[in-house]
């Protein structure tokens, strides 16, 4: 059993904790509880669409919140990692998945023309994906316990990315369009670019191109390849993996956007 540990006490002063609130009942409270919020609150915008210059001022604060927060964070675990002989961790280097939202944000809300709709075009895509993944897999829980300010982190990160990426699609300040798939994977390749050689040359996993960690089936496909006399090809297939996605993401939010527009045509007729 684990005990007698602070709020913000870091994950290896945390005696004999290894994980059990992963399968625990505070990630399945968490998972149920973000869904409904998430469902909800998407209703509410769909039908009470907040103007333009609103969504941008959201977008704005969002960049600054979630730039401040891996700020602290990383701060945060990086004195005790230093502190306790273990020394810097390369991991919390902004190359995951998760931390292009970051870039995304800045891009939506302070960008103009095309910079502005790649930022979009990962929000609504990669964002989604990428905060969905670990609310349902919460991968934090794997070495904080539930009631942790590393557990908490993770928890308001990935529903706001969640969030934001909804916000965009159900209030139609975003459009679903097939180039949304070309300007997603724009941004997403220039992290890319970053991160698969450091993953070779250092044996890491961000955005999962070298072991696909935690990705449900794929992670076990992954084992398989990089046993065989093409481990490389890992990184291709994690690739096309993103561009499925992002396509698939797309492609529900076109049949939304029909559903919706039938619906408001005949609420329209009705009222005539």
């Known amino acids: 059993m684990f005990s007698g540990y602070g709020f913000f006490d ?3 002063n945390i005696p004999g904790y290894a994980g059990q609130d992963y399968q625990g009942m505070g990630r399945y409270l968490y998972m149920g509880v973000s869904l409904a919020l998430l469902l909800g609150l998407s209703l509410f915008f769909a ?27 990383t701060t945060w675990e990086s004195y005790f990692d230093i502190a306790t ?7 919390l280097l902004p190359l995951d998945t998760c931390s292009i939202v970051m870039p995304a ?7 103009k023309g095309k910079f502005k709709e790649i930022g979009e075009a990962w929000l609504v895509t990669g964002g989604i994906v990428g905060g969905l993944s670990n609310l349902l897999f919460l991968q934090a ?14 928890m308001l990160w990935h529903f ?11 209030t139609r300040y975003v459009k679903p369009r097939w180039i949304i798939i070309v300007y997603a994977m724009i941004l997403h390749t220039a992290v890319s670019l970053i991160a698969i050689p450091l993953n070779y040359a250092y044996d890491w996993d961000f955005m999962l191109y070298r072991y696909a960690g935690g990705i449900p089936l794929f992670e076990g496909i992954a084992d398989r390849i990089r046993a065989g006399r093409a481990p490389w090809l890992v990184t291709p297939m994690v690739y096309g993996l993103y561009i499925a996605i992002f396509a698939c993401l797309t492609a529900l939010a076109k049949g ?11 609420k329209e007729s009705t009222e005539e």
Do not use: H
């Not at 002989?85 to 991991?91: H, I, L, Q």
């Not at 829980?141 to 993770?154: C, D, H, I, R």
């Not at 706001?160 to 159900?170: A, D, E, I, P, R």
């Not at 939304?256 to 005949?266: F, N, R, S, T």
């Open 10 to 12: 870091y994950k290896y």
């Open 47 to 73: 039908f009470r669409k907040p103007e333009k210059e609103k969504i941008v001022w959201y977008l704005r604060i969002a960049a600054i919140a979630f730039t401040a927060s891996y700020i602290i964070k």
């Open 85 to 91: 002989g273990r020394g810097f961790n390369w991991g």
């Open 105 to 111: 944000c800045f891009l939506a809300g302070f960008g």
């Open 141 to 154: 829980l794997k070495y904080y316990p539930f009631f942790t300010f590393g557990a908490f982190y993770s």
């Open 160 to 170: 706001f990315m969640v969030f934001t990426g909804l916000f965009l699609w159900v």
């Open 256 to 266: 939304d956007g029909a559903l919706m527009g039938a619906i408001q045509k005949k």
